[in-house]
T-cell receptor, first 112, second 116 residues
Framework: DAGVTQSPTHLIKTRGQQVTLRCSPK?????VSWYQQALGQGPQFIFQ???????QRGNFPDRFSGHQFPNYSSELNVNALLLGDSALYLC???????????FGQGTRLTVV | AQKVTQAQTEISVVEKEDVTLDCVYE???????LFWYKQPPSGELVFLIR??????QNEISGRYSWNFQKSTSSFNFTITASQVVDSAVYFC?????????????FGPGTRLSVLP
C-alpha cells in the first residue's frame, strides 16, 4: 500500500515564476492538507481540501492556491514566487478528522 | 490563538541514555488533540502518538513514553535507552477537535542527536 507520494522531490525556480506541486494521498484517504516548512522551523498549515473544495485555510496569501481532483489527488500552486517561498512543502492525507495524518516526503522548493 | 513551544532546540545524548523532549501548548479550546511526530532526514513526518484533551493517562510504547499534564499544558516525550536511529527532529503539534481537525499547529521542533 503506497503512502502519500509527492512530486517532484526537488525544484528550483526563479523569483516571479509560478510553480505547481503534486500530491497523491494514501489509498482510501479523501482529505489532503498542505504545509510549508521553512528551514529550521516547524511546518505551517497552508490549506486543506475535501470533496474538491478548499475547506480550511491558514494564514497564507492568495498567491497560494490549490486544487483537488476526483481521485483525491491534489495540487498546490504558488504564483509570483518570492525568495521567502523557499521551503519544504509537505502534503498530508487523512480519512477523516479522527485519524492520524500521513505525510509525504515533501517537495524541496528553492527560489533563486 | 493556538501555540506550541518546544524550548529545546537541539539535544545531544550518548546512546543508551534516556532523553526527555519538552512541549508546552496554548489553546482556548476545551477539547483538542496533541501529537508527536518524528522527522528523519528523509523529510516525511512519522506519526508517533495522538492524545485527546480528556485523556491524561500517561502512555508507554516500547522505549517511548508520554507525560500529558493538562494543569501545566505540557505534553512531554521520553525516549528510554536511546539509539542512534532515534536521531531526528521531533515535533509536538496541536489540533482542534471541533471543525474539520487535522490542521496542525506545530512547534519549532527539537533536533535530537544520539551519538554512538
Amino acid at each position: 500500500d503506497a503512502g502519500v507520494t509527492q512530486s517532484p522531490t526537488h525544484l528550483i525556480k526563479t523569483r516571479g515564476q509560478q510553480v505547481t506541486l503534486r500530491c497523491s494521498p494514501k489509498s482510501g484517504h479523501d482529505t489532503v492538507s498542505w504545509y510549508q516548512q521553512a528551514l529550521g522551523q516547524g511546518p505551517q498549515f497552508i490549506f486543506q481540501y475535501y470533496e474538491e473544495e478548499e475547506r480550511q485555510r491558514g494564514n497564507f496569501p492568495d498567491r497560494f492556491s490549490g486544487h483537488q481532483f476526483p481521485n483525491y489527488s491534489s495540487e498546490l500552486n504558488v504564483n509570483a514566487l518570492l525568495l521567502g517561498d523557499s521551503a519544504l512543502y509537505l502534503c498530508a492525507s487523512t480519512l477523516d478528522r479522527n485519524t492520524e495524518a500521513f505525510f509525504g516526503q515533501g517537495t524541496r522548493l528553492t527560489v533563486v | 490563538a493556538q501555540k506550541v513551544t518546544q524550548a529545546q532546540t537541539e539535544i545531544s545524548v550518548v546512546e543508551k541514555e534516556d532523553v526527555t523532549l519538552d512541549c508546552v501548548y496554548e489553546t482556548r479550546d476545551t477539547t483538542y488533540y496533541l501529537f508527536w511526530y518524528k522527522q528523519p532526514p528523509s523529510g516525511e513526518l512519522v506519526f508517533l502518538i495522538r492524545r485527546n484533551s480528556f485523556d491524561e493517562q500517561n502512555e508507554i510504547s516500547g522505549r517511548y513514553s508520554w507525560n500529558f499534564q493538562k494543569s501545566t499544558s505540557s505534553f512531554n516525550f521520553t525516549i528510554t535507552a536511546s539509539q542512534v536511529v532515534d536521531s531526528a527532529v521531533y515535533f509536538c503539534a496541536l489540533s482542534e477537535a471541533g471543525g474539520y481537525g487535522q490542521n496542525f499547529v506545530f512547534g519549532p521542533g527539537t533536533r535530537l542527536s544520539v551519538l554512538p
